[in-house]
């Protein structure tokens, strides 16, 4: 070796290495804050993530349970098919009955209509009568 001995060479050696393992260490703690620093960011992301997700599931429930409140209360109104043939028979009467009532009524006023013609011809044949014997 030229002009150094052994053990300064080993040392310088040593020295070396210290060196880069002190950089190594100083990069790995730049690595793990960087990945700490990431993993948070992650982590928060994460977090703003499952919020809006719990946000937009409270909203779709609240709408299924409003839904769900509206039927209960039209569901109150409704009426059953027992109910609804029952109310239309009745009112299938109701209607037979004014047509029947409609009928007579008809046949009255033909009837009258009747009357009322052999009544003018009745009236139109004695004027007739008056108006000859009379002059």
Do not use: C, P
């Not at 098919?81 to 004014?98: G, T």
């Amino acid at each position: 070796m030229s002009g150094i001995t052994e053990r300064e060479y080993l040392e310088s050696r040593i020295a070396a290495v210290e060196a880069t393992i002190a950089r190594d260490i100083v990069a790995v703690r730049e690595l793990q804050a960087a990945h700490a620093a990431a993993h948070e960011r992650e982590h928060q992301a994460v977090q703003l993530a499952i919020s809006k997700a719990e946000d937009s599931l409270t909203v779709r429930l609240e709408s299924m349970n409003r839904f769900r409140e509206q039927l209960d209360r039209e569901r109150g109104s409704y009426v059953t098919r027992m109910q609804l043939d029952d109310r239309l028979l009745a009112v299938s009467k109701e209607i037979e009955e004014a047509l029947k009532g409609i009928n007579v009524l008809n046949a009255q006023m033909a009837r009258l209509y009747g009357w009322g013609a052999a009544t003018s011809v009745g009236l139109t044949i004695t004027m007739f009568l008056i108006n000859r014997l009379w002059h």
